[in-house]
Structure formats: C-alpha cells, structure tokens
C-alpha cells in the first residue's frame, strides 16, 4: 500500500460522483421501467464487467466451486434484494434521501457487528457515533416536507435496504473472508444475477415496456458505470491504498447524493437535511475512528 497520492484523491473523488450519481439515475429510470429490469440489467453489466476483468487479471472466479452457497446467499442479500429495495423506494422519495439513508450503513453495521464478529465490538466511541448517527436519521423523519405520511414506508424501505447491505458484509466475513475481493464481488454478483432471472421470468417485464430516452440511458449508466467500473475503481482504490483510505468514500456518497438531486432533480433540500447529513456524516466519523482504535489494540 502506499500513501495516498494527487491522483488517488482524485479517484476516490471520482469513485464518490459516480456512487452518488446513482441515485438520481434511479429516480429516472423507474419513471419507465418496473424495478425488475432496472435490477437486472444493472446487475448484467456490472456481472460483464467483473467477468471481463476477472479475465483480464487472471483471476479464478469460484462461484460454483463446491462453497458455493455463501456466494449465492451474499448474491441475494448484499445485491438483488437491496437493489430491488432500493429502486422500488426511491421511485416515491427523493433521490437525495436515498442517499443519505443509505450512507447510515455503517451505524447499522456498527451494531450487528458487535452481535456477530468477534473482533469488531462497540466501544465507547462506535456506540457514541451510532447514537449521533442515528439522531441524523431522525431529524430526517421529522422533516415533512421530505418523509411525509405517503412516502414514509418507502423510506423505511430504502432503511431497510441498507441493513441488507450489512447483513450480506457479516455473511462474507464469516465465509468469504480469504477468498480474494475481486471473485467474491465477481461470484456474487454471478449468483446475484442468477436470482433475478426468476423474478424476471414471472413477472415478464418486458411485455409493458415502453421506455424513454432519458431512462434508458440512465438505466445504461447504472449498468456499467455506477456498478461496473465504479466496482472495479473500488479494487484499483482497495488494492493501491487499502481499505481505510477507501471508506473515506462513505463520507462524500450522500454530499454528492444531495447536490446531484438538488442540482439535476430540482429537488427541495430544507435545513432539517442539511443538518441531519452533517450529523450522520459525524456519526460515520467517530464509528470509523472507534474501528481504528479496536485495530490498534
């Protein structure tokens, strides 16, 4: 690993725009195309991409190996379930709520961490940070102009999204831990893609298609440049300057998410979401700062 460099702040910049673009190119391509093909066709090109490079690295992907459950399970829970989730909220709430919601993932996995893993327990300043965190998330909640009562169990949808996100990271600590990054990302992505196609097939999407311009090409986007080679940015990111150095991005997915929807969206953005961005962003902080403390002892 090595100290990070000009051009190592300017990809992880990078890798934040493209991860916080995603949002309000959901938004777009759910105005005409059903969560189902909008999953998919994400997932099919991030599973091209990762293939390919795969390929290229000369890296053994090992999703049907003789363990391949945990790889198909991480698929399910760490991918098409909160891709589905996800899409299917954000078509009711702002794009820019997506976002920040969904960079409350580290405060949840703070928590099931500490239940599940024996070498990531809270301590004071984790457990300070997830309170902060989630003080952020409420004030979210109790701003009406953007979680209303129409809206409100989407928002809790997208919450629950990011739990997913969680749950599926514990399934790959416990499992997958020394399998190497870029198959297991590859191979569950594989089965991700795998576990679609049944939805796909019964609820057979494409016989009410009638996609615009505009979503379509953000549908595109989403496939190969939020998923794909935002996937493979992140490896070139972990590889170069490791994982403490590419968290970092988690601090400026939700900025970028705010500004993209203000900005693009013309969505409304009230001082309550100002306020409560900075305080989740603080939470992430200090949960982040308690992790190196448990890696120092």
Same mark, same amino acid.
Request: proline share 3%; hydrophobic share 55%; aromatic share 16%.
């Given at each position: ?8 702040? !300017?990809? @992880?910049? @990078? ?33 091209? %991409? ?8 000369? $890296?053994?992907?090992? %999703?049907?190996?003789?363990? #391949? ?8 829970? *760490? ?7 996800? %899409? ?8 820019? &709520? ?11 996995? %703070? ?7 024996? =070498?990531?327990? &809270? ?27 129409? =809206? ?25 831990? *020394?399998?190497? *990054?870029? *198959? ?12 679609? &196609? ?8 494409? =016989? ?16 190969? !440049?939020?998923?794909?080679?935002? #996937?493979?940015?992140?490896?070139? $990111? ?6 403490? !150095? ?35 962003? @603080? ?12 890696? =120092?002892?």
């Amino acid at each position: 690993m090595r100290e990070p460099k000009a051009i190592d702040v !300017f990809l @992880l910049l @990078l890798l934040a725009v493209i991860w916080g673009s995603a949002f309000f190119n959901i938004k777009i391509a759910t105005y005409t195309y059903d969560t189902f093909t909008l999953v998919f066709v994400r997932v099919f090109f991030a599973a091209l %991409a990762l293939v390919l490079w795969c390929f290229y690295k000369k $890296i053994k992907i090992m %999703a049907f190996s003789k363990d #391949w459950k945990p790889y198909a399970a991480v698929g399910l829970v *760490n991918i098409s379930l909160p891709f589905l989730l996800i %899409a299917y909220g954000t078509d009711k709430v702002q794009s820019y &709520l997506s976002a920040i919601l969904m960079s409350s993932t580290p405060l949840s996995g %703070a928590i099931l961490a500490h239940f599940f893993t024996s =070498n990531e327990k &809270l301590n004071l300043t984790k457990s300070m940070g997830v309170i902060v965190g989630f003080i952020g998330v409420v004030i979210l909640f109790f701003d009406k102009l953007v979680i209303s009562e129409s =809206n409100f169990i989407y928002a809790l949808i997208i919450l629950f999204a990011s739990t997913l996100y969680v749950i599926g990271g514990i399934i790959t600590l416990k499992f997958l831990k *020394n399998k190497g *990054n870029e *198959n297991v990302t590859t191979s569950t992505v594989i089965w991700s893609l795998i576990s679609l &196609l049944p939805f796909c097939f019964y609820q057979e999407p494409w =016989n009410n298609l009638n996609p615009s311009f505009e979503s379509t090409l953000s549908l595109i986007y989403l496939g190969i !440049f939020a998923t794909g080679i935002a #996937w493979m940015l992140r490896f070139h $990111i972990l590889t170069t300057n490791g994982l403490v !150095f590419q968290a970092q991005v988690a601090y400026l997915i939700p900025i970028f998410g705010v500004i993209f929807g203000h900005v693009i969206m013309d969505e409304e953005i009230t001082w309550k979401v100002l306020v409560s961005l900075i305080i989740i962003i @603080l939470g992430i902080f200090m949960v982040k700062k308690g992790n190196k403390g448990i890696q =120092n002892e």
